[in-house]
């Protein structure tokens, strides 16, 4: 189920439901490869990157949270 916030002004049919933001988690990373750079790329087939935390001080994990695309555009 795709949802996005109504804003009361625009017609439900110009919503698009064809992208969804997830968080994803990718575990065992070294702490000299948390970095923007390495996170990126480790998430470049997934979509979108729209937020990274790197997690420096606890955890063996950095999160990155993505947009990707549902129902492609055709």
Known sequence: MLIEAYD???K???YKLDKMRIWVRILD???NWRTDAVVKALCVNLGKILQA???EKAGNYVRARVEIT?????
């Open 8 to 10: 009361g002004m625009r």
């Open 12 to 14: 439900v049919s110009d």
């Open 29 to 31: 990373v070294p702490m």
């Open 53 to 55: 935390e790197l997690n």
């Open 70 to 74: 549902v129902y492609p555009q055709q």
